[in-house]
């Protein structure tokens, strides 16, 4: 078994001053009862437009969501499919960075995408996307209907 590191912040990204104070209001919506363990997240599109999404917790625990996932759903229902940089917020340190879940969901819409992951000391956690999921999963939607996964 191997080790995988998690990124640092060697693309030396700052967050987004919209999208951190987005994430920090998002953030103090969270609906954590459970855990404790608040997160907030915003991103934002090519086109300029800013979602935003909290971690929602629930009794039966695995129909939770993210705050990263919240934050995708949002932009996916207003009909946006991509997006350029999004901001995590949470109170941990190092700062939380995406789940494997939320990786795999950012890297379907954004694999290029920006990610920095802060928190209230202002520590920093960043890369794109794909930095965090290497060789991550998405399809190829092919003309004849069949789909194939791609890298």
Known sequence: MTHTQQPGNALNLQPDPQLLEGAQAAFKQAYAPYSKFRVGAALRTPDGRVYFGANVENASYGLGRCAEQSAVQAMATAGARD?????????????????????QV???FAPDARVVCVN?????VSGLVRDFLPHGFRLEHRDDGHDVGTE
């Open 120 to 124: 209230q000391h202002g520590e920093i």
């Open 106 to 108: 950012l890297f379907e």
């Open 83 to 103: 997006f350029t940089d999004i901001v995590v917020y949470s109170e941990a340190s190092p700062p939380a960075s995406p789940c494997g879940a939320c990786r």
